[in-house]
């Protein structure tokens, strides 16, 4: 499997990246190089074995439900470029 | 216009926010109404470096669930990116389930009356199992505010990282009818077993419906619209209805329909597309490596088996078998726990014998009353009348003190707080019925001397005449006279 231009660019804008032609055509190497080594890794034999969903082979931690978290609002929105009211601003989203 | 029939395919996808205390993956507080942004810590504003952490009772949740519908629980199962962006998803990802979800298949009875839209009305209910195919953990987005911020958006993350329990039917609904069946079964269910408030103004239970439809008879799925947030069952069989014409319409004018998601407006009565279905829906969904694989062990499943309450489907069969109640009723009187709850309350106090005239006047009278002053049975409200005080006029209609007329002017009193209870009613309202065979009878007599026409029409083979003559001996007794007595006595003399 290789990608195309029209297929970088797809992911591209899937990913709100915006390449310019120069760099789509590196970014379509770069890919492809990646798309190689996974070949490779596709190229073993697994019949038999279960997929990891983890690098590591432990098992989800859990948390009991308890609330530990207080209101700090105002030391996030001191960072944040623009609020209103409480709420965080952005440009407008239109659906 | 084609002759064809069409025949509507519904599935439902529903969004119930757990009950829990505290986020599906951070410590911030759930809870509804609080300023903007003043629960949204760290993790769910997605600042770098920050780790989720499982909430242990959302996982009991969806265990909970499972059980309640016979699902498979899976021993392990993964979280995933779902991958798109907007301004209230700040990770620019929402943590799901995608390939393992933690509860597969399983399924509910619905019962849909047929022919109207009045859940309940008539008899004539049909039984129908739903299947499930998964149930998955995942966490809500935040609210944008569309309002004038100078031409901004507004965003308020409390509602991000709010535990959610997607559950997804099979496409096995046929009608509107039965998909708000369907969604009011597992509505009352989710309360039933504790894991979700149910409250859909503030949006607890919010429902999206994939509607098509197709040539009756034909194998193949139409392509499907999905109607989104649908958060009340009048809207959703609103917006079924507009849909279902709608394509029909399309079709039978020449047009394809288009895989789309579409929006209902209640105000218009009308559902208008949003956006197709292209790679704005390609989430490239993968596992969150923030996430180890979820492992749930038959222990933890027997523990929290153990600490369900008695199911919908359990309860309706030993009211069925313990009380002999009829299949109708039975469903009934467990659709909701509170009602369920009221009738055995009441029960308790009656007397078991009483059964069948507990569930007449909880599905009767108390329904009716609590429907006609715009209450429900539901978590959160008060019945009125408290199921001891029901039992008390009950007492009192069986050992014959009420006539069921009486009974009723008895549950009135009370109902609006007259008296504190059925005998303090009768009391001062001097309500005893008239059981005393021998002052019954000397009335009969009167009323027999005074009416020699009716008792010759009755000689004469005409019933009518009969009961123009128990009216007017229970109106000499001003409806105090036991009807059946009245009816017995006459009788025996009429044929003397």
């Known amino acids: 499997m290789s990608l195309n231009q029209e297929g970088v660019g797809r992911i591209a804008r899937l990913a709100r990246i915006e390449l310019s032609a120069a760099e789509s055509a590196a970014t379509q190497d770069q890919l492809n190089d990646i798309l190689g080594f996974i070949a490779r890794l596709q190229a073993v034999d697994t019949t038999g074995i279960e997929p990891m969903a983890h690098a590591v082979d432990v098992v989800q931690r859990l948390r009991p439900d308890f609330i530990t978290e207080t209101d700090r609002r105002a030391d996030f929105q001191a960072i944040a470029p623009e609020v209103e009211g409480g709420l965080y601003l952005v440009p407008k989203v239109i659906e | ?496």
């Open chain 2, 1 to 496: 216009m084609s002759a064809t029939k069409w025949e509507v395919v519904i599935g439902l996808e529903t969004h119930t926010q757990l009950k829990t205390q505290s986020k599906i993956f951070s410590g911030s507080s759930v809870a509804f109404g609080a300023p903007p942004n003043a629960q949204a810590n760290a993790v769910d504003i997605a600042l770098p470096g920050m780790l989720p952490v499982l909430n242990r009772e959302a996982v009991v949740c969806a265990i909970k669930l499972g059980l309640a519908v016979g699902g498979k629980i899976a021993p392990r199962s993964i979280f995933a990116r779902k991958n798109y962006f907007y301004p209230d998803l700040p990770k620019g990802y929402q943590i799901s389930q995608f390939e393992t979800p933690v509860v597969s298949g399983g399924g509910l009875s619905i019962k849909v009356s047929e022919g109207t839209h009045r859940a309940g009305a008539g008899n004539t209910a049909i039984e129908k199992f739903i299947n499930l195919t998964r149930a998955h953990l995942e966490e809500d987005a935040g609210k944008s505010l569309h309002e004038d911020f100078h031409g901004k958006t507004g965003i308020d993350l409390n509602r991000a990282g709010i535990p959610l329990l997607e559950i997804v039917s099979e496409p096995d609904m046929r009608s509107s009818n039965e998909a708000v069946a369907y969604a009011k079964a597992l509505h009352a269910l989710v309360q039933w077993i504790g894991i979700c408030d149910g409250n859909m103004q503030e949006g607890s239970f919010r429902c999206d419906a994939n509607v098509s439809v197709r040539p009756l008879g034909q194998k193949e799925f139409g392509t499907r619209r999905e109607i989104k947030n649908l958060n009340s069952f009048r809207f959703m069989q609103q917006a079924i209805d507009f849909e279902v014409q709608w394509q029909i319409n399309e079709i039978e004018e020449g047009r394809a329909i288009q895989q789309a998601t579409v929006l209902f407006n209640s105000d218009t009565g009308e559902t208008r597309a949003m956006r197709s279905k292209e790679d704005a829906h390609d989430y490239r969904y993968f596992p969150d490596p923030d996430l180890l694989p979820l492992e749930i062990t038959p222990a933890w499943i027997a523990k929290v088996k153990a600490s369900l309450p008695e199911l919908p489907g359990a309860m309706k069969a030993r009211f069925e078998s313990d009380y002999g109640l009829s299949a109708y009723d039975a469903a009934t009187l467990s659709a909701s726990r509170e009602m369920a709850d009221y009738f055995e309350e009441t029960l308790t106090a009656a007397g078991r014998e009483n059964a069948k005239l507990c569930a007449n006047w909880v599905m009767g009278e108390v329904a009716g009353r609590l429907n006609k002053d715009g209450m429900e049975m539901t978590a959160g409200h008060t019945v009125p009348l408290a199921p001891t005080l029901l039992a008390g006029i009950i007492r009192r209609i069986t050992d014959n003190t009420l006539s069921n007329k009486m009974a009723r002017e008895v549950f009135d009193a009370l109902w609006v707080g007259e008296g504190k209870d059925a005998d303090a009613v009768i009391a001062a309202r001097g309500l005893t019925q008239v059981t005393d065979s021998g002052a019954i009878e000397s009335v009969i007599d009167q009323v027999l001397a005074a009416n020699a026409k009716s008792v010759e029409e009755f000689r004469a083979g005409k019933d009518k005449a009969f009961n123009a003559l128990v009216g007017q001996v229970m109106k000499a007794t001003k409806g105090k006279a036991d009807p059946q007595q009245v009816n017995d006595l006459l009788r025996k003399k009429l044929e003397a």
